[in-house]
């Protein structure tokens, strides 16, 4: 066989290479070109190292990026970004049997010139909105994990400076979804490690393609018979937590 066409036929298998993960939706399996065919946001071409790292973040956090648990984002020759739903940490926070709910809300200089934490998301004409708040409450523990934000550090930019459509038009809302998102990762590292928000990293999620990729998530079985070459990454048991009636993002 010619060199080149060896060289080919390696590079076929190599994308072709499936990862099977056991997500709380069922067992999915991925490979490179799935994810670069399928799962990308953005108009950039991902590189193998991103492909491998998103790979590795849905393996390791059990997502399931065909229903949108998991984004890979790439604009241009910008770094790939990595996010997931909020969905996620709604779900995760709810069946971790030590979480007992939060309190969260927004820092806001108020009319009479005084610094304010306010619960919820509410800012009034004329006040100014400095950050946002968010405090997690464990089972065991005697003060609650509180996290405090700024507004200026996380506030989501267009290419041009410009602050992008969610954030101009619900900058308390985003501006606690942060600081919620923070919190719960600092509160319950091993569920929430490695992921972050929207809100976090300046992404606006109207610019996202939010369907679900139904036909290639119901022919997973199909891609890994396809594959020459097969890899399957070993499964770890999920734990079954107890539910607890809370929106922690809310």
Do not use: H
């Amino acid at each position: 066989m010619p060199l080149g066409n060896s060289l080919v036929e390696q590079k076929k298998a190599k994308e072709n290479k499936i990862t099977k993960i056991m997500t709380d939706t069922g067992e999915i399996s991925l490979s490179s070109a799935t994810v670069r065919n399928y799962l990308v946001n953005g108009n950039g071409e991902v590189t193998d190292q991103e492909v491998k790292l998103f790979i590795g973040l849905c393996s390791g956090q059990k997502l399931n990026p065909f229903i949108k648990e998991a984004y890979l984002i790439k604009f241009g020759s910008q770094p790939a970004q990595m996010i997931v739903s909020k969905d996620v940490y709604q779900k995760r926070a709810n069946k971790n049997p030590n979480y007992e709910g939060k309190k969260a809300g927004v820092v806001v200089l108020n009319l009479q010139g005084t610094v304010d934490y306010r619960e919820g998301a509410l800012v009034v004409e004329g006040e100014t909105l400095l950050g946002g708040w968010c405090e997690i409450y464990k089972k065991g523990c005697k003060v609650p994990e509180r996290i405090e934000v700024s507004f200026n550090e996380y506030v989501g930019r267009k290419k041009d400076g410009s602050i992008n459509s969610q954030w101009s038009t619900k900058p308390a809302t985003m501006i606690r979804k942060v600081a919620v998102a923070q919190a719960l990762r600092e509160a319950f590292t091993e569920d929430f490690q490695g992921m972050y928000t929207p809100e976090e990293v300046g992404i606006d999620e109207n610019e996202l393609d939010n369907t679900p990729v139904q036909t290639i998530y119901d022919n997973t079985n199909a891609i890994s018979e396809q594959s020459s070459s097969s890899y399957v990454e070993a499964e770890q048991t999920q734990p079954t937590y107890a539910s607890i009636e809370d929106d922690p993002m809310a």
